[in-house]
């Protein structure tokens, strides 16, 4: 049980990054940036919109992951037997971010995905409407 424990915990602590592009709907040009995930769904990100830095927290707001145990009893032979297994299943995640620029403005962006990639939008201030990806690096 302990070995098991160990497991999923160095599991929960596995982090990811991702590249992170934006792309304002009112022109073509793409802006870069990067996703940094503690392995639970939330972390940090940074966009770079010409010259100006916005970063900030990112959290899981929602989930369709399911984590689960199982132990099973029966009989071979006329002899006890158990096994024990885990049994996950990958479903979309939501987090939302909420950027501060260096200028004072501010970024909110709301992403979906699951496993390597993730879009979503974000929108600033002004009101403008930026299409957003995420790919793990």
Known sequence: MKKIASMIAALALYGCAYNVTLMPRDS??????EFNSSGTGSGTMSVNLD?????????????????????TYGQ???KP?????TMTSSGDVT?????????GSGLRCDITG??????GLCL???????????IRK
């Open 76 to 78: 071979v032979g006329g």
């Open 124 to 134: 600033d201030d002004k009101g403008k409407v930026y299409d957003i990806l995420a």
């Open 114 to 119: 699951r496993g390597a990639s993730a879009g």
């Open 51 to 71: 010259g100006t830095t916005c970063s900030g927290p990112v959290a899981k707001v929602a989930s369709g992951e399911t984590f689960g145990f199982a132990n």
């Open 81 to 85: 037997v158990s096994a024990f297994s």
């Open 28 to 33: 073509g040009k793409t802006y870069s940036g």
């Open 95 to 103: 987090v939302k971010a909420i950027l501060s620029c260096t200028n």
